[in-house]
C-alpha cells in the first residue's frame, strides 16, 4: 500500500524527464520502460505509445507532454518513478522549462551516431540551471554507425563527468534499459516537501480532451490535493471543483486517496478551455489555499505572426470556428479577425515560433479541411513616434506612416552546433542575416558551438532552410528570445497599378531593402497574368520607389474562327473561364489568381518542403 | 468545324425538335451546310472531321456519299414539315467537297432545291482546295447553280505551306481565283493563315499581297491555332517548332487589316474582309446573326429556333443511321433564353455591325471599355457597341466581362 497514490512516502518516489532531439529515440526508449516495468503488456504495446497526436507520430515530435507513473523495484524496496515528457522543439522552450520544475532529474538521451544538437544542448542548460541531476544516456548503440566513445566524451565535456560514466542503452532492444532505471533510482533525489503546508502543484501541462474537457497535469509540491476538493488557479484567483484526480500508468486510473508531496498526476475540473489551467500557473485549495504561488510563471507570449486566410472567401465562418476549437487545447495560440484588400477576411494569429506556426496551420488543413492562404510571417515590432507615441506592429502593412522616431525588434540568442568544417559557412549566413558573433566553441575535435545574437525577424524568414542547405543537414539550431535592439527598419510596399497590395508589404532592414524589392516584383511578373493593360509593379518605401517590373498588356484574346459548329464549344469554354474568374482575387482592377498569391508568399524552401 | 464533339442532351429516333424550335421557322433566313468529309491528305495543323480513306464503307464512300446526303436533306424536310423555307444560303465544307465529281455537289444542292425551293438569288458557295480544282469542274459547279467559291490558299510562301503541309504550290491559289473568275464567278474568298512557325512579318506581307493581287472579292484571314491531337501539336510539343506567339498573332493581324483596307476589302466581321457589303458571305452572317440551318453529314452542327443539334462524327455510323432511316443526330441541347443572350453577344459583337447597347446589362462595363478604346466612340453614340482595331484583338475578353 505504500506506493498507492496519495499514500506514496516520498523518499521512493524519482521524478525525472528525458531530454533529446527529435529522432533520437526518446519515444522508443519510453515505450521500453513502459514494458520492462510492466505497466504495458507486449501485446498491447504499440510504438510511440505515448505520442497521442497523428502529427506527432508522423513528424516524430512530441508537442504535448504526458507524465507516466512506473512501478520499480530496485533491491527490496519498490519505487514509483514519475516520467514526465518534454517537448523537443525551439518553440516550446517556456514549457520545457516547466516540465523540468516538475522533476529532480533528467535523462541527457543522446543518439551515439550524431552527438548532441542544439535544442537538446539549450534544454540541457535549462536543466542544469533547475539544478536537476542530469544522467547522460547514449541510444542506439546498436547501430553500426555508432560511436559511442566519441560522444561520450562529448558529454562528459558538456556536463563535466567522466567518459566512462555515460550510460550506453538502445531503446529499440532493450539493452541497458534496466540498468538505467537502477540509475535513475539511485542518482536521481528524492523530492522533498512540507506535506502539511497548503497545498501547491505546479501546472506542467494542459490538454483538451473532447470527452472529458480540459485534463491538467500537476507535481504536488506542498501539501496534498485530494478529490472533490475545491481548487484555486492562482494566477487568476478562479476555482473549480475537481472531478476526478488520478495518475496515468500509462492509462488513467483514479486517485481514490487524491496526490500527495512529490506526486505526479491529473485532475480535471470540467473547464472546457485550456487557457483557464495554464501551464506554469499553481493550483492550491481553494478553502486553506497557500499565499505564494510557486514561482517562474510566465503568460505565453507570441512571437512569430502571420494572416492565415481562406483561399474560399466562404470559408471564413469554418476558419474562425477551427480556430476556436484549436486555442482550447493551445493556450499560446491568439488570434484576431484581420481584413485584407487583397485577400478578404481572415485573422491574424501569434505563434511561439514557426514550427508552432506550422503545426496550428497544419492541424487546421488536416482536422478542418480547410484551404488556406497564409501571409508571410514576421515579428512584432515596437516602434515610437516622434511625438513619444508607442505602436506594437503585428501586421507590416499597419506599419505607421507618421514621423517614425525609432523602431525596436526582437533579437534572439542562436545557437548552432556543426561540424567544424562548415564554420564559415555559418558565418557567412549569419553576418548576412545581421547576426553578431558571440563566441565558439570545440564539443570536440570536430563538431563546434557557434553563439550569436540575431534578430528573429531574420531567423523567421527562410532561416533554418539555408542553415540546412549550407551544412548538408548536419547544423542544428536553437535560439531564445534576447531582448530587443533598435534597428534601421523600413517598410516596402508592393503596388500594383499605384495600388499598394497588403499582403505583400514586409518589414526589412534599410539594407535590405531593394534586394527584396527587386525580387518580389521579378516574382510577380512571372506569377500574375497579362491583362487587358500594362500592370506596373512596384516596390517603395513611402513614396520612394525603389523597384520596377511591368507586365505587359495581353494584346490578343480572341478566338479566329466562330462558325456553325464551333458556338457550342466556344459558348461552354466561355462559362468556364467565367467561373476561373470567380478565383481570381481584384486589385483595383488587375485579376490575381490565387496560385499567384500562395507562389509569392512561399518562400522557395517552403515549396520544396511541400514537394516532399 | 472541329471534330471533337460538344456534350448535350439526346436526340429521338425521329429527330422531331421541340415545340420551342419549330415556333416562328420561315420568319428566320434559312439554309444548307453540307459537310463532306473527305480530303487526300490531312493537313498537319487540321483536326476536323475529315478522312482521307475513299472506301469508308456503304453510304460513306466517295461514290455513294451524294445518296447519303440527299437521304438527310429528304428527312430534314419531313422534320421540318410543310413551312415555308426558301433556301437563303447553301454552303458545301469539308474536307474538301471538290474531292466529289461536280456532279455530285450539283446533285445535293438539286434535293436541297427540289425540297425546299432555293430563294430567288441565294447564295451557294462551295470551299475548294486550289490543287482540287481545274475550268472543267468550275464550269460544272456554275452551271449546277453554285454562285461563289473559297479556296484555302493559307499563304504564298512555299515554306509556310511546308509546316502546314499543305500540298498545292504557293501560285496555285492565285490562278485558281483567275479560273473560278473566267467560269464566270462573282464572288471568290480566300482563306490565310497567320502566325505559322517560321513565318516572318514579310512572308505575312507577301501572302497578302499576292491574295489581293488574285483579285478576290472576300479574305478571311485566322491566325494558326494549335489543336490538340494534331501532327502539328505533336510536333510543338517535341519541340522541333516552336509555339505560336500570341503577340506575332497581334502583329499580323494589324499588317492584315492595313493592307486590305488599303486594297479596298473593309473588315465585317473579325476575321473577314470583303470589298463590298454584296461580297460579304451571307452564309456565315447566318451563324452569326441567329439564322435557322441545317447542317448535313457527319458531324455537322444545326440550328433552328434556339435547338442545336449535331450529327454522328463517323461517316459510315452516320451512313448507317440514315439507311436505317433514324436520325443521325447524336445530341442537341435546347439553349435557355440566358445561353441565347450569351450567344447573340458572343457572335454579334464580332461583327463590324456590332451589338445594341441598350441590350447590354452591365452599363460600367460598357462605358470602361469605351475608356479603354475598345470600343468605337461614334457608333457608340448612336446606341451601338462596335469594335475598335484593338477591341476586335481582345474581343473574348470583353464577352466574359459583359456577359
Known amino acids: ?612 | 468545324m472541329p471534330s471533337t464533339l460538344p456534350d448535350g442532351d439526346p436526340v429521338p429516333a425521329s429527330g422531331r425538335l421541340p415545340g420551342s424550335a419549330l415556333r416562328g421557322l420561315g420568319e428566320r433566313p434559312f439554309g444548307f451546310y453540307v459537310h463532306v468529309p473527305f480530303c487526300v491528305t490531312r493537313c498537319g495543323y487540321c483536326d476536323f472531321n475529315t478522312y482521307t480513306a475513299s472506301e469508308l464503307g456503304p453510304g460513306a464512300s466517295h461514290a455513294d456519299y451524294a445518296a447519303t446526303a440527299v437521304a438527310e436533306v429528304r428527312r430534314a424536310r419531313a422534320v421540318l414539315g410543310d413551312a415555308d423555307l426558301p433556301v437563303e444560303t447553301v454552303f458545301f465544307g469539308g474536307g474538301t467537297p471538290t474531292l466529289l465529281p461536280a456532279a455530285d455537289l450539283v446533285r445535293i444542292l438539286g434535293a436541297i432545291d427540289e425540297e425546299f425551293g432555293l430563294a430567288p438569288g441565294a447564295e451557294v458557295t462551295t470551299e475548294a482546295n486550289p490543287e482540287s480544282v481545274d475550268p472543267a469542274y468550275l464550269a460544272g459547279l456554275r452551271d449546277g447553280g453554285f454562285t461563289r467559291v473559297s479556296f484555302g490558299m493559307q499563304s504564298a510562301r512555299e515554306h509556310v505551306l511546308r509546316v502546314l503541309e499543305r500540298r498545292h504550290t504557293p501560285g496555285r491559289a492565285a490562278h485558281a481565283v483567275r479560273e473560278a473568275r473566267e467560269a464566270g464567278f462573282g464572288h471568290v474568298n480566300l482563306d490565310l493563315i497567320y502566325g505559322t512557325p517560321g513565318e516572318s512579318d514579310d512572308d505575312w506581307r507577301d501572302s497578302l499581297a499576292a491574295a489581293i493581287e488574285a483579285g478576290p472579292d472576300h479574305v478571311s484571314a485566322y491566325s494558326l491555332i494549335v489543336e490538340d491531337g494534331t501532327r502539328l501539336a505533336a510536333r510543338i510539343r517535341r519541340g522541333e517548332l516552336p509555339m505560336p506567339d500570341d503577340d506575332v498573332a497581334a502583329d499580323r493581324y494589324l499588317i492584315a487589316d492595313a493592307m486590305l483596307a488599303e486594297a479596298g476589302f473593309g473588315w465585317y466581321e473579325v476575321s473577314n474582309w470583303a470589298t463590298s457589303e454584296a461580297a460579304r458571305c451571307r452564309h456565315n452572317l447566318l451563324y452569326w446573326t441567329g439564322g435557322d440551318w441545317w447542317g448535313v453529314g457527319p458531324g455537322a452542327h444545326s440550328h433552328v429556333g434556339g435547338t442545336r443539334w449535331w450529327n454522328v462524327k463517323h461517316p459510315a455510323a452516320y451512313a448507317r443511321r440514315l439507311a436505317e432511316g433514324v436520325s443521325p443526330a447524336h445530341a442537341r441541347e435546347v439553349l435557355s433564353a440566358e445561353d441565347r443572350t450569351v450567344e447573340r453577344l458572343m457572335l454579334e459583337l464580332r461583327l463590324a455591325q456590332g451589338f445594341p447597347l441598350a441590350e447590354i446589362e452591365r452599363p460600367p462595363v460598357v462605358a470602361r471599355a469605351l475608356a479603354d478604346g475598345l470600343l468605337e466612340v461614334e457608333p457608340f453614340k448612336a446606341g451601338r457597341a462596335v469594335l475598335t482595331l484593338r477591341g476586335r484583338l481582345l474581343a473574348d475578353a470583353l464577352v466574359r466581362d459583359l456577359t
Open chain 1, 1 to 612: 500500500m505504500r506506493i498507492q497514490p496519495g499514500q506514496t512516502d516520498p523518499a521512493v518516489i524519482r521524478n525525472f524527464c528525458i531530454i533529446a532531439h527529435i529522432d533520437h529515440g526518446k519515444s522508443t526508449l519510453a515505450d521500453r520502460m513502459l514494458q520492462i516495468t510492466g505497466v504495458v503488456d507486449d501485446r498491447s504495446m504499440r510504438a510511440q505509445y505515448l505520442d497521442r497526436m497523428d502529427i506527432e507520430r508522423e513528424r516524430g515530435i512530441t508537442i504535448k507532454s504526458q507524465a507516466v507513473r512506473l512501478p520499480w523495484k530496485a533491491g527490496e524496496t519498490d519505487y514509483v518513478l514519475n516520467m514526465i515528457d518534454t517537448p523537443g522543439h525551439v518553440d516550446f522552450t517556456y514549457e520545457v522549462s516547466r516540465s523540468l520544475q516538475a522533476c529532480e532529474g533528467a535523462i541527457l538521451l543522446v543518439d551515439a551516431a550524431q552527438g548532441i544538437e542544439a535544442q537538446t544542448l539549450a534544454n540541457l542548460y535549462l536543466a542544469m540551471n533547475a539544478d536537476l541531476t542530469i544522467i547522460p544516456v547514449l541510444n542506439k548503440i546498436d547501430l553500426p554507425a555508432a560511436q559511442p566513445e566519441k560522444y561520450a566524451a562529448e558529454l562528459a565535456h558538456l556536463i563535466g563527468c567522466e567518459p566512462e560514466d555515460v550510460l550506453k542503452v538502445s531503446g529499440k532492444t532493450g539493452e541497458g534499459v534496466r540498468e538505467l532505471l537502477d540509475h535513475v533510482v539511485r542518482q536521481v533525489p528524492a523530492p522533498v516537501g512540507d506535506a502539511d503546508a497548503a497545498a501547491r502543484a505546479l501546472i506542467f501541462d494542459s490538454v483538451y480532451d473532447t470527452y472529458r474537457g480540459v485534463v491538467t497535469y500537476v507535481r504536488v509540491m506542498d501539501g496534498h490535493l485530494g478529490k472533490r476538493e475545491r481548487i484555486q488557479m492562482m494566477s487568476t484567483g478562479v476555482s473549480h471543483e475537481t472531478l476526478e484526480i488520478g495518475v496515468i500508468s500509462p492509462e488513467p486510473k483514479i486517485a481514490e486517496k487524491g496526490l500527495g508531496v512529490g506526486e505526479v498526476g491529473y485532475l480535471i475540473t470540467g473547464v472546457k478551455d485550456v487557457r483557464q489551467s495554464r501551464v506554469g500557473d499553481t493550483v492550491t485549495s481553494a478553502a486553506q489555499g497557500a499565499t505564494e504561488p510557486l514561482g517562474g510563471y510566465e503568460h505565453p507570449k507570441p512571437m512569430v505572426f502571420s494572416g492565415l486566410y481562406p483561399i474560399d472567401g466562404d470559408d471564413y465562418p469554418e476558419l474562425r470556428e477551427a480556430l476556436d476549437k484549436l486555442q482550447l487545447n493551445d493556450a499560446a495560440l491568439v488570434y484576431e479577425p484581420e481584413t485584407s484588400a487583397a485577400l478578404g477576411f481572415g485573422f491574424r494569429c501569434g505563434f511561439l515560433g514557426l514550427l508552432h506556426m506550422e503545426i496550428v496551420r497544419e492541424r487546421l488543413e488536416r482536422e478542418f479541411n480547410l484551404s488556406l492562404i497564409s501571409t508571410a510571417p514576421n515579428v512584432v515590432y515596437r516602434v515610437i513616434m516622434e511625438d513619444g507615441k508607442e505602436v506594437d506592429v503585428t501586421n507590416p502593412s499597419e506599419f505607421p506612416t507618421g514621423k517614425v522616431d525609432k523602431v525596436f525588434e526582437p533579437v534572439t540568442k542562436a545557437t548552432v552546433l556543426v561540424p567544424s568544417e562548415f564554420i564559415g559557412a555559418i558565418m557567412e549566413l549569419c553576418q548576412n542575416r545581421r547576426g553578431a558573433l558571440q563566441g565558439m566553441d570545440y564539443l570536440s575535435e570536430d563538431r563546434v558551438e557557434i553563439r550569436y545574437t540575431m534578430p528573429l525577424g531574420e531567423i523567421i524568414f527562410d532561416f533554418f532552410d539555408q542553415l540546412k542547405s549550407r551544412t548538408r543537414g548536419y547544423a542544428s539550431l536553437d535560439y531564445e528570445p534576447h531582448g530587443e535592439q533598435e534597428a534601421e527598419l523600413v517598410k516596402v510596399d508592393i503596388l500594383l497599378q499605384g495600388e499598394a497590395v497588403d499582403a505583400f508589404s514586409a518589414i526589412v532592414h534599410k539594407d535590405k531593402a531593394y534586394g527584396y524589392g527587386v525580387e518580389m516584383a521579378k516574382k510577380l511578373r512571372e506569377l500574375i497574368p497579362r491583362q487587358q493593360f500594362e500592370v506596373p509593379i512596384q516596390a517603395a518605401i513611402g513614396a520612394r520607389v525603389i523597384a520596377r517590373e511591368n507586365i505587359r498588356a495581353i494584346r490578343k484574346d480572341v478566338l479566329a474562327k466562330c462558325y456553325g459548329g464551333d458556338i457550342s464549344r466556344k459558348r461552354k469554354l466561355l462559362e468556364k473561364q467565367k467561373e476561373g474568374k470567380k478565383r481570381m482575387k481584384m486589385v483595383g482592377r488587375v485579376e490575381v489568381p490565387q496560385e499567384a498569391f500562395v507562389a509569392a508568399l512561399s518562400t522557395e524552401s517552403s515549396s520544396e518542403k511541400t514537394k516532399k
